[in-house]
């Protein structure tokens, strides 16, 4: 059983930063693509970044040059490194990635959420 969690939310000031992390365990052969995404009260989930097992990523336009992903493939690994934070950047952060639990299967797994609440 794969699961993906994630950590490092919290409250900040608007201008502050935040890591989140997450971490994939359980029986993973790969990981493929890896994501972010948030969802803020009263909205829709967004995606937020993706970064490829190669490290080439993409950035929502409202994130790009503040918040910056990285990931550690040995370790199936993803953090996040949010910067310059704003009010609106307050949401429930969740990862996801495409797992491969075998080398000719691709699966997709979820983690359950981080809070990030940016006020004075």
């Known amino acids: 059983q794969v699961q993906l969690v994630e950590s490092g939310g919290g409250l900040v000031q608007p201008g502050g930063s935040l890591i989140l992390s997450c971490a994939a365990s359980g029986r993973i052969f790969g990981v493929n693509a890896m994501h972010w995404s948030r969802q803020a009260p009263g909205k829709q989930r967004e995606w937020v970044v993706s970064?490829?097992?190669?490290?080439?990523?993409n950035y929502l336009a409202s994130v790009l040059g503040r918040f910056t992903v990285s990931r550690d493939n040995a370790k199936h690994t993803m953090s996040l490194q949010m910067d310059s934070l704003k009010p609106e950047d307050t949401a429930v952060y969740y990862c996801?990635?495409?797992?491969?639990?075998?080398?000719?299967?691709?699966?997709?797994?979820w983690g359950h959420g981080t809070q990030v609440t940016v006020s004075s």
């Open positions: 996801n990635a495409n797992i491969r639990p075998r080398w000719n299967r691709v699966e997709d797994y």
């Open positions: 970064i490829t097992e190669d490290g080439n990523a």
